[in-house]
């Protein structure tokens, strides 16, 4: 068995690259940036690049993408050349090559607009049947490249599995206010409980995806760490998030009063994980509680893996 992994320069690329070294796996990675896990620098939309990339690979886990950040640094013709048109040349490729397992990483990002309920609403509860409304081009393409890989998969047969990953980068967040009423670890804490996932299940879930691609053929997946909370909390999640949080995990207040951490006084909306456990029979480790006790112990916030990697920044940003 021989991957390609795009996107190798990446956080989800190094991180996979890593991964199949030490399971003495097989992997090709393919990057615009040169760097320790890029095998062939060179561009996802090139033809004669991916070609070559393809000889004797039977999976592909697409990670490669221009992201929200690039909206600043990049063109809307920039994000469709690579995350569009880019995807359409690797998909049509894996097809002529015989791929047997089509992995793209798609974001939480494409819900877009219908990640935010209207006022006086109760928290938006996200499931793979929320129907996408992006904000920008980064959701619009996104999606886009979603709809290829289905298409293709209808049209030609080849398995297609869809990761809709939430936040798993290390970077600050984008919010300024945020940033300025909390510590950047207690804020990726409180992300954990609703809309963050580590990178290390992020693996896990393209590891898993791999092996049950054939079976399932085409699929969209929420990839974020498991929530505590249920449907039912959301009316009150959106007014008083601490008071659902204190009754569903009590043993957070004297973890967060030793760092003098805070939870947001609402959350507006819930990742929901449960096709990808039902489905994909992925098994994420890092959840909100696991957090508590590693705080707990003493350990740092993120995975091992997530350490290692580091801060990357965005490639041309």
Known sequence: ????ITGSAGHLGEALVRRFREM??????????????????????????????????????HTA???KPHI?????????????????????????????????????SAFGAALTPPPGAPSAW???????????????????????????????????LVLRTSRFFPEEDDNAAILQEYDENNVKANEFLYRRVDIEDVVD??????????????????????TPFTRDDVAQLRLDAPAVLRRVVPEYE????????????SIDRVY??????????????????????????????????ARTIGRKGYHAR
């Open 72 to 108: 600043e640094s990049h063109s809307k013709a920039q994000f469709v050349d690579t995350n569009v048109s880019g995807t359409l040349c690797l998909l049509e490729e894996s097809v002529a090559a015989g791929v047997r397992a089509f992995i793209y990483t798609s974001t939480t």
């Open 65 to 67: 993408t221009l992201h």
């Open 126 to 160: 996200i499931t793979e049947s929320v129907t996408p409304v992006p904000r920008n081009i980064y959701g619009v393409t996104k999606v886009a490249a979603e709809d290829l890989c289905q298409l293709v998969h209808r049209e030609r047969g080849m398995p297609c």
């Open 24 to 61: 003495g796996r097989e992997a090709v990675g393919l990057d615009i940036l040169a760097s320790p896990y890029t095998d062939v620098v060179g561009s996802i939309a090139d033809r004669e690049v991916v070609r070559a990339c393809l000889r004797g690979v039977d999976t592909v886990l």
């Open 272 to 305: 929901v994980n449960e096709r990808a456990l039902q489905q994909l029979g992925w098994r994420p480790k890092h959840d909100f509680r696991a957090l508590l006790a590693r705080l707990a112990a003493g350990d740092g916030l993120p995975s091992a893996l």
């Open 1 to 4: 068995m021989k991957t390609l």
């Open 254 to 265: 004297a973890v967060y009063r030793a760092r003098n951490w805070r939870m947001f006084p």
């Open 205 to 226: 879930a393209h590891l898993v995806a791999i092996e049950r691609a054939e079976q399932l053929r085409f699929g969209r997946f929420i990839i974020s760490a498991t």
